[in-house]
């Protein structure tokens, strides 16, 4: 068997589908020495990638995300490749392309929160609702990333239960990093980080509810009178002011530190430094990054809304995204408490074992099977 995968969001930007398709090719091609394997990427990506597997092959396609080219040229890559199934990892599959697919859906947050670039004009969301509709009818088989993620797709599309399955994503091993004291204080030394510090990593778009979380610091300052600092980690989005626009407004700007994008060997040391992690999304259809800062024996303190719940179980200090006292409280509470900290450390590592890469690919793997033997 041939197969073919979509990977030109490999890595991209600390993005959670950039994570998902750098880790699911990873491991599979690890696990699987009998199919072949057309692995399509960008540059830099393209020229970046090795593997010691002898059955994967990776083409270089020049064709974006989202745009013209995605629709016209790109499948014309794949069908030279001969492929017997495609795997998109996200829902913007060229609609043109005829062979049989499986797709990924991490999410429908582009049909809720359309402040984002697939999202940022009417006919960009039109065209959203257009590619996700095809794709959902014409895959074989539709991996949802959660439960709640399944049954979001499901109360919004004709879809049948039974071309749908959960297949989890992973967490970062702690055990493949190594993290010392002396790492964490140059780290703070680089960075300007003085204090205790609140840590949020992400995209800066409007479903991650980043006002939300530097209007609940203020409180915490102001209110609960905590000298701490909030260090907001991830690459600015221009589509997205409002996280700007909030932060100049609030007079906390030496208390509130902007690293940009953290890079995969920093970012396990500011979730070993920080006192809390926080998760205000409106919206999350994972939640990896809960795991991560879990398994570095962060506490966390998370959104209640999305597959939050499901993922992070009794491990995470919940709040309502939308109410920023209440935010302020739990986070107030996982700095303040203990007992509290010490029992989300330690259920935190318990969770973040349940999630593992290779079980995905393994999980993957087996979708793959399926759906060419149908």
Wanted: glycine residues 6%; positive net charge; charged residues 25%.
């Amino acid at each position: 068997m041939k197969i073919g995968i979509d990977a030109r969001m490999y890595g991209a930007a600390q993005t959670g589908i950039g994570i998902y398709i750098k880790h699911l090719i990873e491991e599979i091609v690890k696990l699987d020495r009998e199919n072949e394997y057309r692995i399509f990427l960008l540059e830099p990506e393209y020229s970046n990638f090795f593997s010691d597997n002898a059955k994967v092959k990776t083409i270089k396609v020049s064709a974006g995300w989202y745009g013209w080219k995605e629709q016209i040229i790109l499948p014309r890559q794949f069908l030279k490749e001969h492929v017997d199934l495609m795997h998109f990892p996200h829902f913007n599959a060229p609609l043109f392309y005829p062979r049989p697919c499986v797709v990924t859906i991490h999410d429908l947050t582009p049909k809720y929160f359309p402040g984002h670039k697939v999202g940022a004009s009417r006919h960009r969301r039109l065209a959203f609702e257009f590619v996700l509709k095809n794709i959902l009818k014409k895959a074989e088989t539709i991996i949802a990333v959660s439960e709640y993620t399944k049954q979001d797709i499901l109360r919004h599309y004709p879809v049948s239960p039974d071309k749908m399955t959960v297949i989890y994503e992973g967490a970062r091993l702690k055990d493949k990093v190594c993290v010392n004291e002396g790492q964490i204080q140059n780290l703070k030394n680089k960075y300007g980080i003085k204090k205790p510090f609140i840590f949020y990593v992400g995209v800066w778009r409007n479903h991650k509810n980043l006002t939300g979380l530097i209007r609940a610091f203020g409180i915490l300052i102001k209110e609960y009178k905590l000298d701490i600092e909030l260090v907001l980690g991830g690459k600015e989005d221009p589509f997205y002011p409002e996280a700007r626009q909030e932060w100049k407004r609030s007079e906390l700007g030496s208390r509130i530190i902007r690293p940009g994008f953290i890079t995969d060997e920093e970012l396990p040391l500011f979730y070993k430094a920080a006192e809390v992690f926080a998760i205000p999304s409106f919206a999350e259809g994972f939640g990896l990054v809960g795991l991560e800062a879990m398994n570095f024996g962060a506490p966390v303190a998370s959104s209640s809304v999305g597959s939050l719940p499901e993922i992070l179980g009794r491990a995470a200090v919940y709040f309502n995204p939308a109410d920023h006292r209440e935010m302020a409280k739990a986070i107030f509470s996982v700095l303040s408490d203990t007992l509290l900290r010490k029992r989300l450390i330690e259920t935190g590592f318990e969770q973040a074992k349940k999630y593992s890469w290779r079980k995905m690919a393994e999980e993957t793997l087996k979708v793959y099977k399926e759906a060419v033997n149908e």
